[in-house]
C-alpha cells in the first residue's frame, strides 16, 4: 500500500538557518503530495502541494519539487524564523482504492530557536 | 467565514463505555474525512463521507463508525472503548470528494482519553 517516510527529528535550527526535511514515498500510479502543518494547539493546515512530477509547490519562502525518480518530496526554507516552529506533515493522496484519502508521514518537529 | 468545528473538543472514558464525537464542515463543503492521531501511529485515516455516502474506509476494526447528515454535518462513534483508542480525532472538510486534487481544511481536533 502507500506509504510516507519523513526524517526522523526533532530538528532544532537557529534563525535565519537553512531547513531540509526529507520526504520519500512509495505508491502505485500518480499520487499528489502534500506538506501539512500544525502549529501548538492548531488543527493542520496546508502548507504547500503538488499534483505531478515536476511541480514546484511553494508557500510562505516553503519550497518542495515533487521528484518521481527519487519519489521524494523535500521540504526546504531557506531562512527559518521562530514563528516556524510546529511540526511538518509530508502526506500523498493516491489513487485506486486509496483515492480520497491522505496517507501521512510521521510528523517532524521544528524547533527555531533566536 | 467559519471553519471546521468539533466538539467536545476533550473528553474522558472508561474502557466499555461508547463515545459520539461530532464535526461541522465549512460552510458549502459536502466532504468530511477523519482521522486519527496518536504518537505512537501518527495519523491515520478512519473514513471519508460525501453527500452522506461513505466513499472510503481505513483499515480499522467495526467499533469505530460514522454517518454524515444532509447539511453535510458528520459523526463518528467509538463503541467499547479500548484503552489504544485515547488519541487526537481530526475532521477535515473539502469541497470536493477525495484529496487529490483539493485542499483538506481541518479542525482543531477531540482529544479523547480512555480510562
Known amino acids: 500500500g502507500d506509504s510516507v517516510t519523513q526524517m526522523e527529528g526533532p530538528v532544532t535550527l537557529s534563525e535565519e538557518a537553512f531547513l531540509t526535511i526529507n520526504c520519500t514515498y512509495t505508491a502505485t500510479g500518480y499520487p499528489s503530495l502534500f506538506w501539512y502543518v500544525q502549529y501548538p494547539g492548531e488543527g493542520l493546515q496546508l502548507l504547500l502541494k503538488?499534483?505531478?512530477?515536476?511541480d514546484k509547490g511553494s508557500n510562505k519562502g516553503f519550497e518542495a519539487t515533487y521528484r518521481k525518480e527519487t519519489t521524494s518530496f523535500h521540504l526546504e526554507k531557506g531562512s527559518v524564523q521562530v514563528s516556524d516552529s510546529a511540526v511538518y506533515f509530508c502526506?500523498?493522496?493516491?489513487?485506486?482504492?486509496?483515492?480520497?484519502?491522505?496517507?501521512f508521514g510521521q510528523g517532524t518537529i521544528l524547533t527555531v530557536h533566536p | 467565514k467559519a471553519g471546521v468545528t468539533q466538539t467536545p473538543r476533550y473528553l474522558i472514558k472508561t474502557r466499555g463505555q461508547q463515545v459520539t464525537l461530532s464535526c461541522s464542515p465549512i460552510s458549502g463543503h459536502r466532504s468530511v474525512s477523519w482521522y486519527q492521531q496518536t504518537p505512537g501511529q501518527g495519523l491515520q485515516f478512519l473514513f471519508e463521507y460525501f453527500s452522506e455516502t461513505q466513499r472510503n474506509k481505513g483499515n480499522f476494526p467495526g467499533r469505530f463508525s460514522g454517518r454524515q447528515f444532509s447539511n453535510s454535518r458528520s459523526e463518528m462513534n467509538v463503541s467499547t472503548l479500548e484503552l489504544g483508542d485515547s488519541a487526537l480525532y481530526l475532521c477535515?472538510?473539502?469541497?470536493?470528494?477525495?484529496?487529490?486534487?483539493?485542499?483538506?481544511?481541518f479542525g482543531e481536533g477531540s482529544r479523547l482519553t480512555v480510562l
Open positions: 503538488a499534483t505531478k512530477a515536476d
Open positions: 477535515a472538510s473539502s469541497s470536493a470528494p477525495g484529496a487529490k486534487t483539493g485542499e483538506l481544511f
Open positions: 502526506a500523498l493522496s493516491g489513487s485506486g482504492t486509496s483515492y480520497g484519502k491522505l496517507t
